[in-house]
């Protein structure tokens, strides 16, 4: 599985067609064929518009996978605005409250694989995904993934990465340390040891990962296992990694030892929770706050785990670091 992501801030006009670009340009190097990434450009390009137009500007944020079967890329348009009040009817061509000729977001919902949108008095998140190939899931569980670099570096120092089969899903958080090359370099590194290593127990996978990341400056990671079928997580973790298991309002801290994986590694622990069809999982790098609280959102635990993802990196994120969030969740019927 290869993970790419973009992120552009939206100020104008003009950085909708700087968004435009660089998502092609992802689109391009995951291996979208010429349709495939047409319609991405066209979807990136109304949701842009829109959190232009009507949220008064944001953040545009596409994440890509690639494995051997299908190619995949979810695009993220966050802003702050004050919400669409009648979401229904924002979907229908020719309804616009600015103007225009109110045909974005139906383009977006006829275009995307699935699309999904959360707006409130906050601001607008939509969702909307490009799939080519076979990309029907092997596994119960839906991962979302969103990540930013640091402003003003092209390169993220944080990644995420994981491994799906019917009865487990194993699940990488990592942070490089630091930001720029070396961090992106770092975190290049601990996914490629944990695609190697995918298949083993989570504290086994971080032993590895802290072997290979002895030839950079190091990183922060953590691993989580879930078994559906058993009920059963797993979790391991060094440095500021945080884990949250959500269950309804309930949640549970989940523990990262300190460390530097390459570098300092005390003591690799795994701890154990309990997996039901409602339970969330988060995790995300420093570059959040960790005060997030989503009972804050009525109705955000039911969208798709990316929208929620965007959701926390919109209200928490930091503006001093690369920044990255995880969120697995049981897969809507």
């Not at 059963?232 to 530097?260: K, P, W």
Request: hydrophobic share 40%.
């Amino acid at each position: 599985m290869m993970f790419q992501c973009v992120a552009i801030r939206l100020t104008d006009a003009s950085s909708v067609g700087e968004a435009r670009r660089a998502g092609l340009h992802l689109g391009a190097l995951l291996g979208f064929n010429d349709t495939k990434n047409g319609e991405l450009g066209i979807i990136i390009t109304e949701a842009a518009r829109n959190a232009v137009l009507h949220g008064g500007g944001g953040l545009l944020v596409v994440s890509g996978e690639r494995s051997l079967a299908s190619v995949r890329a979810d695009v993220l348009a966050l802003d702050r605005g004050p919400g669409i009040k009648d979401v229904v009817r924002a979907f229908e061509d020719g309804y616009s409250t600015a103007g225009t000729p109110g045909t974005g977001l139906g383009a977006i919902r006829r275009l995307g694989a699935a699309v999904d949108l959360f707006s409130a008095a906050g601001g607008t998140a939509i969702m909307a995904t490009v799939a080519q190939g076979d990309s029907s899931t092997r596994g119960t569980l839906e991962i979302g993934t969103v990540a930013a670099p640091f402003p003003g570096e092209t390169v993220c120092g944080d990644s995420i990465a994981w491994f799906q089969e019917p009865q487990r899903t194993a699940v990488l958080a990592v942070d490089g340390l630091g930001h720029g090359p070396q961090a992106a370099e770092a975190a290049d590194e601990a996914v490629a040891s944990f695609q190697q290593h995918s298949q083993k127990k989570p504290g086994e996978i971080i032993s590895r990962i802290h072997d290979a990341l002895k030839k950079t400056r190091g990183a922060a990671v953590a691993v989580a296992e879930i078994r559906p079928l058993t009920g059963e997580l797993t979790y391991a973790g060094i440095g500021n990694i945080s884990g949250v298991v959500m269950v309804g309002e309930r949640s549970r801290s989940l523990i990262s030892h300190n460390g530097i994986a390459g570098h300092q590694l005390h003591r690799i622990q795994e701890f154990k929770a309990e997996w039901t069809p409602s339970t969330i999982l988060v995790m995300h790098s420093d570059g959040l706050h960790t005060r997030w609280d989503l009972s804050q959102y009525p109705g955000l635990v039911r969208r798709k785990a990316a929208l929620i993802a965007g959701v926390l990196l919109r209200d928490f994120r930091r503006e001093r670091d690369d920044a990255s969030v995880l969120v697995v969740k049981e897969r809507a019927e």
